[in-house]
Structures are given as C-alpha cells and as structure tokens.
C-alpha cells in the first residue's frame, strides 16, 4: 500500500519562502510522475507542478519562476522550493503519486500567505 506525508507548510509573509515535502512509502517503484496539487477555499483543486519518471517537470503557468519540483529518489521524498510567494498561493497542498491508473493522495499541509 502506498502511504503519502507531507510537511512543510506554515503561514509566511508575501514574497517569503517555504520548502514542502512528502514522502512517500510502499510499492513505488512502477510511478509514472508525482506532483503537487493545491485547493483554495471554494475552489476546486488545481495542478501546481509534476514530475515525471524521467525527470521532465511541468508547472502552472501562474508559479513558473517562482516554485520548483524535485524529488530525490534515496529516500524517496518529493519537494516543491516556493519562493516570492504571494497571497493567491495561500491553499491546501497535496501530494500526489500516479501509478498506471491508481492516483494517491497525502492529507494536504496548509500554506497560508498573509502580512
């Protein structure tokens, strides 16, 4: 069974910074790409950034520049680097893993950008 945590989250000033993670456990070896996907309130959940098997990384037009997606492979953890955050990106953040046609989910960690 594949298990997602994430960290990271907290309440940041605009323009600060916060690094989330999410580690990820069972059998993965088989992924097709994990991202990271955010709900605001009374929206419906958006894509932020994915990564591929191979590497290749896709973000939302509205964080290019600003966020960046890796993983490291060792210990199996996905990050996402956001930097100049603003208000708009305060949401719930979500991990996701794909495998064929099996999605899984972590329990979102909250981002809030406020002054």
């Known amino acids: 069974q594949v298990q997602l945590v994430e960290s990271g989250g907290g309440t940041v000033q605009p323009g600060g910074s916060l690094r989330l993670s999410c580690v990820a456990s069972g059998n993965i070896f088989r992924l097709n790409f994990m991202g990271w996907y955010r709900q605001a309130p009374g929206q419906q959940r958006e894509r932020v950034a994915l990564?591929?098997?191979?590497?290749?990384?896709n973000y939302v037009d509205s964080v290019k520049g600003r966020f960046a997606i890796s993983r490291d492979t060792t210990n199996n953890t996905l990050y996402l680097q956001m930097n100049s955050l603003k208000p708009e990106d305060t949401a719930i953040y979500y991990c996701?893993?794909?495998?064929?046609?099996?999605?899984?989910w972590g329990q979102g960690t909250q981002v809030t950008v406020s002054s």
């Open positions: 990564i591929f098997s191979g590497g290749i990384t």
């Open positions: 996701r893993l794909q495998i064929n046609s099996e999605a899984y």
